[in-house]
């Protein structure tokens, strides 16, 4: 007789999948402050998860702790909302028994790059195939707006009244040293865009890592704005796209220029320069993906949106499979009560 787990994935791998959108929403009210960010990035994860084709019951979303934590409770699919920066070892462990799952990490700023920071440069390097979604609203929003691993030096905050002392870590360019190898940054100002790299994340096999500028209206409002308005992002900002020219500007009069391995603006038309003197993106290249991530905090150059990086590495996961059935075709099905009892043991009658 199947089980009820068989007959979902028999489904699942027929195509026999019809959903939209609703059958994503569960019948809960969503409590985060009028206006968040978080919102933003709820609505393109809906609409995405029709368009896998799996079904619901294969789905997970793992959380940790932070405005960003609540995630799982607005998705109708299984979740877990762990504690303070764990949510990568949870969702570790869950692909590693399920690897027929797609699993989903929703994280944020500080729940991720602080006390979560070390089980996020491991997940990188092991190249675990996760989807890890980051909210980045560069403050701790959750306990009431005390300075993040992603604010900026001088700014104010709860816990830094006369400004903070620290340089920001920049997200994507520590996922990159640590070995991800799908690095991605959207905002949520582009629901459509960032449907597009959340549906890019899940079509990479490995880790996946798509930071996302979350505004935070009470505690960090406006951060982004300069990126992420209508009337300001064109001229500060660059889409990545693969195997396309680095343009950008309201007027797509200026591109993006390599002296050397140093990135610099150029204008078009206007001195002497052409689209064939514009850096054409190449998501393959680790190394143009660093250049452009150092571009971050750079004062004259646009900040990358889009992909950065998007190479192939063989996920952990599936190691761990290869490397169990090594094991059992070599020295076969292992006996639990021999590995317990050992070599040497007596019994006590």
């Known amino acids: 007789m199947k089980t009820i787990i068989d007959q979902i994935l028999e489904k699942s791998h027929s195509g026999d999948m019809h959903y939209t959108s609703k059958d994503f929403k569960p019948a809960v009210d969503v409590r985060w402050c009028a206006g968040c960010g978080a919102i933003s990035v709820l609505s393109p994860a809906q609409r995405l998860m029709p368009d896998l084709g799996i079904a619901k019951e294969r789905v997970a979303f793992i959380s940790g702790i932070g405005c960003s934590g609540r995630f799982p409770y607005y998705m109708d699919t299984y979740g ?5 920066g764990r949510a990568l070892p949870i969702a570790t462990g869950l692909k590693i028994a399920r690897p027929d799952l797609s699993v989903w990490v929703v994280t944020g700023d500080g729940d991720n790059m602080s006390i979560g920071g070390n089980h996020f440069i491991h997940a990188c390097r092991r190249n675990v195939d996760l989807n890890v979604l980051m909210f980045n609203n560069e403050v701790y929003s959750l306990t009431k707006g005390q300075y993040s691993p992603t604010s900026h030096r001088g700014q104010i905050t709860k816990s830094s009244p006369l400004g903070v002392l620290d340089d920001p870590f920049n997200p994507v360019s520590l996922a990159l040293g640590a070995g991800a190898t799908f690095v991605a940054r959207g905002h949520d100002k582009d629901r459509a865009q960032l449907q597009q790299l959340l549906l890019k994340a899940y079509q990479h096999k490995g880790f996946s890592f798509v930071e996302i500028y979350t505004n935070c209206r009470i505690f960090n409002d406006g951060a982004f704005d300069l990126y992420t308005n209508s009337d300001t992002r064109e001229d500060h900002t660059v889409w990545l796209e693969h ?37 054409v993106h190449n998501e393959k290249d680790s190394t143009l993906a660093f250049i452009l991530a150092n571009m971050t905090y750079s004062e004259t150059l646009p900040r990358p949106m889009g992909t950065l990086q998007n190479i192939d590495r063989s996920p952990y996961e599936e190691r761990v499979v290869e490397q169990i059935q090594h094991e059992v075709e070599t020295k076969g099905i292992g006996n639990l009560e021999s590995l317990l009892l050992g070599a040497s043991y007596w019994e006590v009658k």
């Open 243 to 279: 195997n396309k020219p680095l343009v950008f500007g309201k007027k797509k009069n200026k591109g993006i220029k390599l002296d050397g391995f140093t990135p610099t603006v150029i204008e078009l038309h206007e001195s002497g320069y052409s689209m064939n003197d514009v850096l």
């Open 80 to 84: 877990f909302h762990g504690i303070h």
